[in-house]
């Protein structure tokens, strides 16, 4: 059984002069499974941008498109070939409410996951100790003073 999800993004609207230069709506992160899905609530300017050739490049969604971002368990499975998409969300039009459907997908929680081309033997990692590592690592609070 693969690890599948599939989360509803909303971000609410939001007064342009209560935006601050350089405010993100969703920081710059890579997702840490295969591959993710995004349907975006309509077509041109999803707010979305994606580190490309060292600049931020924003992403316009055509109608009826979808969005794939590559995980880290890609980019591991794949020996690197695949690179694992750093991304954000930017206030590009605060004023607009905006939805989107990512779906996540993965391998099964327990399957070992090895480079294509590893010598036979080679150990791996298990795809649910990868991604609790790095749910941990997300949702680490900060120590209390």
Partial sequence: ???????????????????????????????????????VEEPGDT???????GAWNKVSCPADGLIVNVGELITYWSGGRWKATLHRVVN???ER???????????????????????????GILAGEHLQRQLDRSNTKPAKL
């Fill in 1 to 39: 059984n693969a690890s599948l999800a599939l989360r509803l993004a909303h971000y609410p609207a939001i007064n342009p002069s209560d935006v601050a230069p350089g405010q993100q709506r969703y920081g710059s992160h890579v997702d840490y499974e295969g591959f993710t899905i995004l349907a």
């Fill in 47 to 53: 707010g979305l941008e994606v580190w490309l050739n």
């Fill in 92 to 94: 590009s039009h605060p």
């Fill in 97 to 123: 409410p905006r939805f989107s459907l990512p779906f996540f997908s993965g391998p099964n929680l327990k399957a070992e996951v090895v480079p294509i081309g590893s010598p036979p033997g080679t150990r």
